[in-house]
């Protein structure tokens, strides 16, 4: 699909590289048709790394997409290029007033950290509340799914005795679901993670529904049962090096605890690179949210989102 982002944005270069289809804003005007607006809430301190992984992911679509980014104002992220930041982010003031087709809230290197210990939890509060009116359809990625899950519905997450680390076999439990069209009976894809909840927690809630878990019964994809909000906490948008580089980072730093990702690593030999067994369950999962549940059913006026 034709995704439509700033011809300036690093992702582009990148993006084009892999032979994906990105359209200039220039051409994207001259076409008689109304785009998919998607906002997505970046909160990782590796921008540019999270832009180009999910919009590599929005492309698999032949829906046209047009993408804007949003950053907190009441944190700013000292990993990230001021500059880039300001060419390419919004604020939430200067978007508040208008209405999207789908939004992704990504994850945030806060596993230990309580929800109101968050120095921007105030802020991503008064962001989660005003999707319910101006957003049709929310994805939640990783801690941005716990902090939704908690914020809408009071689920507490949990610190994991043991980080969830590596490649996991998954489990479909809606298979029907239009979500899991084209996937295998069981898929793989990455977890990076000390945070859980309670399966118990979220099936107490009459409002959710769990869609997919590991083998081993934690959360993988649950959403609401009028599909406006999915709260996911795999990252099936991952690169092939992603984990390997948060290994040899935290080796890098001395931390003797490191473990070895799981299913990663051929032979569990860290000098082999890994053999990629999740890119096309990243594929089906966007597209298939970006088609079913947000293209299909959201309002052709864009104002008319509530």
Request: hydrophobic letters at 35%.
């Amino acid at each position: 699909m034709p995704i439509r982002i700033p011809d300036s944005l690093p992702a582009h270069a990148i993006l084009e590289s892999e032979n994906i289809f990105v359209m200039t804003e220039y051409r994207a005007i001259h076409q008689d048709i109304r785009p998919l607006n998607v906002l997505i809430l970046n909160l990782m301190p590796t921008k540019i790394v999270t832009e180009t992984q999910l919009l590599r992911k929005l492309s698999n679509t032949p829906l046209q997409i047009q993408v804007e980014f949003l950053q907190t104002a009441s944190y700013q992220s000292t990993h990230a290029d001021p500059s880039h930041m300001a060419q390419f982010y919004y604020t939430f003031d200067q978007i508040k007033d208008k209405r999207y087709d789908g939004m992704i809230i990504t994850g945030a290197p806060l596993d230990y950290v309580p929800c109101e210990g968050v120095a921007y939890w105030d802020e991503i509060c008064r962001i989660m509340e005003w999707t319910k009116s101006h957003v049709h359809c929310t994805f939640y990625l990783c801690w941005g799914a716990y902090a939704g899950l908690y914020y809408h519905y009071g689920i507490q997450k949990q610190d994991l005795a043991q980080k969830l680390f590596g490649i996991y076999p998954h489990r479909i439990l809606k298979r029907t679901s239009p979500l899991f069209r084209g996937f295998d009976d069981t898929f793989m894809a990455p977890h990076s993670r000390a945070t859980d909840v309670r399966l118990s927690d979220v099936m107490a809630v009459d409002a959710l529904e769990v869609m997919a878990t590991t083998e081993e019964g934690s959360l993988a994809i649950a959403k609401s049962r009028d599909s406006r909000q999915f709260f996911v906490t795999c990252h099936a948008e991952y690169d092939a090096d992603t984990l390997s580089l948060e290994y040899f980072r935290d080796m890098e730093k001395g931390l003797t605890s490191v473990d070895l990702p799981k299913n990663y690593f051929p032979g569990d030999d860290p000098e082999r690179a890994p053999v990629v067994t999740w890119r096309s369950t990243g594929q089906l999962l966007y597209s298939n949210w970006l088609n079913f549940y947000v293209y299909q059913s959201t309002p052709y006026d864009v104002k008319e989102i509530h």
